[in-house]
C-alpha cells in the first residue's frame, strides 16, 4: 500500500521568508512518480512538478525548490522568499511508475498543509 | 475548454435525494478520475475511467455510487440516496495516457456537495 504524510498541517510565515514544506512517503514499489500541487483558495489543484523514483536530482524552478532523497524516502518542497500569492494549501502525492503507462494510475494524497504567508 | 470543467460548482441537497455531479476533460485526455476531497479525509480516489477499458471503482465508498462516461469524454457522478458523510469536494481530473504523459493529472474547481 502507499502512503503519503506531510506531517505539517498549517505553517504561517511572513512575506519574503523561506519555507519548506515536507513530505514523507510509503510505498513497496521500487519505480514510482512523486509529485507536489497546489490548491489556492479557488480550489482547483494546480500541477506543479513530477519526479520520478530513478531521478534524485534535485530541482529548481525561479523560487521553487525541491529536494528529493529516496535514502530517507522524502520529497520536500522549498519556497524562496515567499510571497502572498503563495499562500494555498499544498499536496504531495504518489503514484506507480509503469513504463508501459498502463492500468490504474491514481495518486495517493498526503493530508495537505496549509501556506499562510502574511504581508 | 482549455481544462478540466465541473458542474455545478456548489450542490446543496436533503439526506436521501439523488445528486449529478458532471466532469467535461480535456479535450484529448483519454483518462479520467474522480476524487473526493473531505475535511479530516484528505483526498481520496474513487474511480478511474481509461478510453473504452472497464473503469477501475475499486475506490467507490459504498453501492450508492457509481459513474459513467459517454463517448469517452463527459464523466457523470451519481451518488444515491445522499447522506451527510457525502458532504465533501468531489473533484475531477483528467490526463493523456502514454510514456510522455507522465502521468499527469489536471484537475477541475471542483464540485462542493452539502448534504443536510
Known amino acids: 500500500a502507499q502512503k503519503v504524510t506531510q506531517a505539517q498541517t498549517e505553517i504561517s510565515v511572513v512575506e519574503k521568508e523561506d519555507v519548506t514544506l515536507d513530505c514523507v512517503y510509503e510505498?513497496?514499489?521500487?519505480?514510482?512518480?512523486l509529485f507536489w500541487y497546489k490548491q489556492p483558495p479557488s480550489g482547483e489543484l494546480v500541477f506543479l512538478i513530477r519526479?520520478?523514483?530513478?531521478?534524485?536530482q534535485n530541482e529548481i524552478s525561479g523560487r521553487y525548490s525541491w529536494n528529493f532523497q529516496k535514502s530517507t524516502s522524502s520529497f520536500n518542497f522549498t519556497i524562496t522568499a515567499s510571497q502572498v500569492v503563495d499562500s494555498a494549501v499544498y499536496f504531495c502525492?504518489?503514484?506507480?511508475?509503469?513504463?508501459?503507462?498502463?492500468?490504474?494510475?491514481?495518486?495517493?494524497f498526503g493530508s495537505g498543509t496549509r501556506l499562510q504567508v502574511q504581508p | 475548454g482549455a481544462g478540466v470543467s465541473q458542474s455545478p460548482s456548489n450542490k446543496v441537497t436533503e439526506k436521501g435525494k439523488d445528486v449529478e455531479l458532471r466532469c467535461d476533460p480535456i479535450?484529448?485526455?483519454?483518462?479520467l478520475y474522480w476524487y473526493r476531497q473531505s475535511l479530516g479525509q484528505g483526498l481520496e480516489f474513487l474511480i478511474y475511467?481509461?478510453?473504452?477499458?472497464?473503469?477501475?471503482k475499486s475506490g467507490l465508498p459504498s453501492d450508492r455510487f457509481s459513474a459513467e462516461r459517454t463517448g469517452g469524454s463527459v464523466s457523470t457522478l451519481t451518488i444515491q440516496r445522499t447522506q451527510q458523510e457525502d458532504s465533501a469536494v468531489y473533484l475531477c481530473?483528467?490526463?493523456?495516457?502514454?510514456?510522455?504523459?507522465?502521468?499527469?493529472?489536471?484537475f477541475g474547481a471542483g464540485t462542493r456537495l452539502s448534504v443536510l
Open positions: 519526479r520520478n523514483s530513478f531521478d534524485e
Open positions: 481530473a483528467s490526463s493523456l495516457v502514454g510514456q510522455l504523459a507522465k502521468n499527469i493529472q489536471y
Open positions: 475511467f481509461q478510453g473504452n477499458s472497464a473503469p477501475d
Open positions: 502525492a504518489l503514484s506507480d511508475l509503469n513504463l508501459m503507462d498502463t492500468g490504474r494510475r491514481a495518486l495517493t
Open positions: 510505498t513497496r514499489d521500487t519505480t514510482y512518480y
Open positions: 479535450s484529448g485526455h483519454t483518462a
